[in-house]
């Protein structure tokens, strides 16, 4: 009985083998992301990278296949496996940031305009503009400096993307992580 190049591959995977694990998540990675765009409103779409959580995945499976947790007997099982973990890893994040969700609200243009409107920023103003500032430094990595300097230079996600190398949602997940930092210090009343 000859195995075909699927079969050799799972069982190189089953067996912890890395270069199989590359192959596969090369082979389901546009599939993954696409069961969680799925589940995707709009308004979760800022908050969430699919990128990310395919590859947070990826990473407990490639661990677990190491340490022999699991084996696959078919890439039907594979795929049914990856799609459970994947739907149990975004409802985790989702459950994360629903906190944040329930309190944003979307400005009207009116809003827009009449906060245009209230002119230059007061000293008390540019007091706690500072203040946020040194606080989002102080939960930033230094590794995401540019990111946060970047963005206060009023950089677009694109510009900021193209300037350090890093995916857009990416960068839009750093600048929303750093922000929740704060918002957590601020509640502690640090």
């Given at each position: 009985?000859?195995?075909?190049?699927t079969d050799?591959?799972?069982?190189?995977?089953?067996?912890?083998?890395?270069?199989?694990?590359?192959?596969?998540?090369?082979?389901?990675?546009?599939?993954?992301?696409?069961?969680i765009?799925?589940?995707?409103?709009?308004?979760?779409?800022?908050?969430?990278?699919?990128?990310?959580?395919?590859?947070?995945?990826?990473?407990?499976?490639?661990?677990?296949?190491?340490?022999?947790?699991?084996?696959?007997?078919?890439?039907?099982?594979?795929?049914?496996?990856?799609?459970?973990?994947?739907?149990?890893?975004?409802?985790?994040?989702?459950?994360?940031?629903?906190?944040?969700?329930?309190?944003?609200?979307?400005?009207?243009?009116?809003?827009?305009?009449?906060?245009?409107?209230?002119?230059?920023?007061?000293?008390?103003?540019?007091?706690?503009?500072?203040e946020?500032?040194h606080?989002?430094?102080?939960?930033?990595?230094?590794?995401?400096?540019q990111?946060?300097?970047?963005?206060?230079?009023?950089?677009?996600?694109?510009?900021?993307?193209?300037?350090?190398?890093?995916?857009?949602?990416?960068?839009?997940?750093?600048?929303?992580?750093?922000?929740?930092?704060v918002t957590?210090?601020?509640?502690?009343?640090?």
């Amino acid at each position: 009985m000859t195995l075909s190049a699927t079969d050799r591959l799972l069982e190189k995977l089953n067996a912890g083998d890395a270069d199989a694990a590359g192959e596969m998540f090369r082979t389901f990675e546009p599939y993954l992301r696409m069961v969680i765009r799925r589940q995707m409103s709009g308004k979760l779409r800022p908050k969430f990278d699919s990128t990310d959580i395919v590859q947070s995945v990826w990473a407990d499976v490639v661990d677990g296949l190491r340490q022999s947790r699991w084996t696959f007997e078919s890439m039907n099982q594979l795929r049914a496996f990856l799609v459970k973990m994947t739907r149990n890893r975004f409802v985790d994040r989702l459950r994360q940031h629903r906190r944040a969700l329930e309190h944003e609200w979307t400005m009207s243009p009116h809003d827009v305009e009449l906060l245009a409107a209230t002119g230059s920023a007061r000293v008390s103003e540019n007091f706690y503009a500072d203040e946020l500032w040194h606080q989002m430094l102080d939960v930033c990595p230094p590794a995401h400096y540019q990111v946060l300097y970047l963005k206060r230079q009023g950089a677009s996600l694109d510009e900021i993307a193209t300037k350090t190398g890093l995916h857009k949602g990416s960068v839009r997940r750093i600048l929303y992580q750093i922000s929740r930092m704060v918002t957590r210090l601020r509640a502690v009343g640090k």
